[in-house]
């Protein structure tokens, strides 16, 4: 079973900056995106940002030119930086990725989500 772990969420003020981090372990054998979603109060989870195993990205219109997400492929690792955070950003943010097992078997598994509060 493929497990994702998140960190680095928390309450930051408006114009702050927060990096996130999303590390995948398991039966792992190829990593084809990882991304991250989030989800607000009374709304539904919405994608933010995605990353192939290639480097390509893709955002949201709302975050493009405030967050950045990279990756780690020898870590299995996926990173969100957030600048100039607003209030509208504070939401459950979860970290998504979806690949091969050694066995052959696809996989599509979600973290347990990392708070992240913008409030001054």
Not at 58 to 72: E, H, L, M, P, Q
Not at 90 to 111: E, I, K, M, P, Q
């Amino acid at each position: 079973q493929v497990q994702l772990v998140e960190s680095g969420g928390g309450l930051v003020q408006p114009g702050g900056s927060l990096r996130l981090s999303c590390a995948a372990s398991g039966p792992i054998f190829r990593i084809i995106a990882m991304a991250w979603h989030r989800q607000a109060p009374g709304k539904e989870r919405e994608l933010v940002a995605d990353i192939t195993s290639r480097g390509n990205t893709n955002y949201a219109d709302s975050v493009k030119g405030r967050f950045t997400i990279s990756r780690d492929n020898a870590k299995n690792t996926v990173y969100l930086q957030m600048n100039s955070l607003k209030p509208e950003d504070t939401a459950v943010y979860y970290c998504n990725a979806r690949g091969l097992t050694y066995a052959n078997y696809d996989f599509a598994s979600w973290g347990q989500g990392t708070q992240v509060t913008v409030s001054s």
